[in-house]
Each structure stands twice: as structure tokens, then as C-alpha cells.
């Protein structure tokens, strides 16, 4: 094993890294280590910890956007005898997605960084994250959103696996698992519109006409939340223009996206009036007049839309074309609402056609009550329709979306 003196001797050579620091935390995680485990670093450096680490695992994958400081990094392994043991990437782009047992960061805990540092992560993967103290609430938000949550298996608390890790450092190491194990859904996340299009086969960012998205009204709105939402629905919409259902038009936002994303095709935006309200659910999010459902998208003269008014639950549902290419569900949030919804959508749907629901997001389910029920439905039924296709998550939305099999 490469000794940590001698880390600390070459540090001189790179004074922006403080090796002490980099060799300690990699230690603390090495208890953690099985031998054969396939572990990558994002954002090596020089490779201090990629060598350690190898140390025990035998090999270790090592990745940094500076090329000097990979090729100084290799420079290091060759010194050490290891040039075959820490693989000194050019890049990781596509290459080595969901390939990954652990993915290692340091000092990082930027939502995209860790967004994508996940996506390389197999299912049942880890990510550890080595944060400063003052930055550790700050880390823990950006993995729960980014999917992760540091878990202990009893009582959901952070798994602090070493504290104060080098004199005067307050470091701490993080490990975290994807929330997703937990609320049993197949569920592919992505950092970016691009790699969440290009997952689907789709390559058109749809048009994003609202002049508001970026406006935060209240704590659901946090992080660009409308934005990302209207990425994924005008994504969809433009990229496979058709027929859509839109279920809880509301005020008529989303019912606004599609239509100005599909063309001629119709929209048919579906919502209860107050006087069904009566037989509605727990987790309905407003009761709105006649006059207020929709209004947002008839203020800006949509054409192509068609509302509906009824209690989905009670609802006959005339009146919805089949051979629908999108539908949107969210309507009430309950378990119950959100299956039913789902079902009968699904039979609705042509095949390559794209069932979204709201409210739906794994970082978030042991948070926000809806989201927990409204996910809960989503796993009754996936799990009735027995469906293995994996559910697509662009980071950041509140957007779940699943593809009918394409003939």
C-alpha cells in the first residue's frame, strides 16, 4: 500500500490538493470495500485516493475533467507500481453507465455532478460522498434529490462512516443508496433534458412558451422545479406529437405545454367540477370554479384542446380517443386514483406512447405525503400490469414517465 507520508511528501507537487485530507477519507471507506467490487472515482485529481483504493480493491476506475491532473495521476501509479491498477479514464460519458458498484466523490455535491455520478451506478449501487461539515446539510438535500438518501437500514439516518478525518479538516463521509430500492420502482434518473430524451429515443426539446418557470412562489417550485417539469412534457410532446390526455387540467398549464408542442392533434384535458369535489380524495390538490379550470390556456387562445369535466373515479370516460400518444396523469394524488388513472390510460395508449404521472419523484416520497400516495399507486400498477420497463426520471421534476412497448 502507497503510504500516506509519501502522499503527503508529493502533495508539494500539486499545492491545490491536500493529500492528508484525500488519504484519509479514502481510508475511512475502505472497511467498507469487497475485493472485486467495480468502483469509480469522479473527480480524482491526481489519483490520491483512486491508489489507496485500489489498494484494496485491486483495480479502480479514475476520472477527472483536467488532463494534466490524470496525467500526473498516471505519472503516480506508474511510480508506485500500480499503472495497472488505477485505470486513468479520458472520459466516462455513456461509456460505463449503471456499470458501477460505488462511485466515489469528493468535496462535490452539485445536483448534476451527483446526478451523474449515479447514472453510472447499477441498480442495488452506492455512492460516497467526502464533504466539508459546513457543506454536509447542503450534500444531503442534493442526494435526496438526485434520487440518493444517506441511509441506515433501522432509523433512515445519515451513515456517518468517519468524522474529522485529517487534523483540523472536519470532513465527513457520506454513504448513500437509492431511495429508489426503498420504494420498490425501476426507476432511471437523469442529470440533464439531453440524456433524458436520448434515453427514450427522442431528441427534440420541446417549446417552452411560459414566460414563468423560473419564478418560485412557494417551496414545491424550488430548484427550477416548473422548468424541468415543462422539459420533460414539451420534450415528449414535440418529439412524438399525437393525441394526449391530460388528466387534472387545473388552471391549464400542462394542458398549455402539450398543445403547443403536438401541433393540429388534440388535446382532451379532463377535471372534476366542484359540485363532483364531493366523492373526491384525500390528496386533491385544489377544488377550482368552471370558469378558473383551464383558464391559463384559453387566456392564450389554445385551439387544439377540448375540456372535459368528471371525477375520474366515477367516470365512464367517453369521450377520450384511444391510440392516445401521451397522457398525464394528475388528478387526485390517492393510491387508489393514481392506479385506476393509470389503467386506464395504459389501455388508451398506443404502442411507443408515453404514460407520465406527477408528483412523482423517489427523492421525495418520505416527504411530501402526496407523493408518497401518488407513488404508491404508481408501484399498484406496475406491479397488477406486471411491467419490468424501467420509469424515467429527469432530475429535478416532478415527472415519472413510462413507455408502452413499441410494436
Known amino acids: 500500500m502507497i503510504e500516506l507520508k509519501e502522499i503527503q511528501r508529493r502533495g508539494a507537487t500539486t499545492p491545490a490538493v491536500d493529500p492528508s485530507r484525500e488519504a484519509a477519507a479514502a481510508r475511512a471507506l475502505l472497511p467498507f470495500l469487497q475485493p472485486g467490487m467495480r468502483v469509480l472515482e469522479m473527480g480524482c485529481g491526481a489519483g490520491w485516493s483512486s491508489l489507496l483504493l485500489a489498494s484494496r480493491l485491486g483495480s479502480v476506475y479514475a476520472f477527472d475533467s483536467c488532463q494534466e491532473a490524470r496525467q500526473l495521476g498516471a505519472q503516480y501509479a506508474l511510480e508506485a507500481g500500480m499503472e495497472e491498477r488505477v485505470c486513468f479514464l479520458d ?238 396523469v394528475d388528478a387526485c394524488h390517492d393510491q387508489a386514483a393514481v392506479r385506476s388513472d393509470s389503467q386506464q390510460c395504459w389501455q388508451r395508449l398506443r404502442p411507443g406512447g408515453f404514460l407520465v404521472w406527477h408528483d412523482f419523484s423517489p427523492a421525495l416520497a418520505s416527504v411530501h405525503p402526496w407523493i408518497e400516495t401518488s407513488m404508491a399507486g404508481v408501484r399498484a400498477f406496475v406491479e397488477e400490469t406486471q411491467i419490468t420497463s424501467p420509469i424515467h426520471h429527469l432530475v429535478g421534476s416532478w415527472c415519472g414517465v413510462l413507455q408502452k412497448d413499441a410494436p
Open 91 to 328: 472520459g466516462i460519458e455513456g461509456l460505463y453507465a449503471g456499470s458501477f458498484d460505488l462511485v466515489y466523490l469528493s468535496h462535490r455535491c452539485d445536483l448534476i455532478e451527483l446526478a451523474r455520478a449515479a447514472s453510472h451506478l447499477h441498480a442495488k449501487g452506492w455512492l460516497a460522498v467526502n464533504l466539508a461539515a459546513e457543506r454536509l446539510a447542503e450534500g444531503i438535500t442534493a442526494l435526496q434529490r438526485c434520487g440518493f438518501v444517506p441511509l441506515s437500514a433501522s432509523d433512515m439516518q445519515p451513515i456517518v462512516l468517519a468524522e474529522d478525518l485529517a487534523p483540523g479538516a472536519r470532513d465527513t463521509l457520506l454513504l448513500a443508496q437509492r431511495v429508489t430500492q426503498r420504494v420498490g420502482l425501476k426507476v432511471r434518473s437523469y442529470a440533464s433534458q439531453d440524456e433524458f430524451l436520448a434515453a427514450l429515443g427522442l431528441s427534440e426539446a420541446g417549446r417552452l412558451l411560459e414566460t414563468d418557470l423560473d419564478t418560485v412562489d412557494n417551496d414545491c417550485e424550488r430548484h427550477q422545479r416548473k422548468r424541468r417539469d415543462a422539459e420533460v412534457l414539451c420534450g415528449l410532446a414535440r418529439s412524438r406529437p399525437g393525441p394526449c390526455l391530460d388528466l387534472g387540467t387545473s388552471h391549464g398549464r400542462s394542458a398549455f405545454k402539450l398543445a403547443s408542442n403536438i401541433g393540429e392533434h388534440l388535446v382532451t384535458s379532463v377535471n372534476m367540477l366542484p359540485e363532483q369535489a364531493i366523492a373526491a380524495g384525500l390528496h386533491t390538490t385544489h377544488v377550482l370554479s368552471r370558469e378558473q379550470i383551464g383558464s391559463y390556456a384559453r387566456e392564450r387562445g389554445v385551439r387544439n384542446m377540448r375540456q372535459l369535466y368528471a371525477n375520474t373515479l366515477q367516470w365512464d370516460w367517453q369521450g377520450v380517443p384511444d391510440e392516445l400518444q401521451l397522457a398525464f
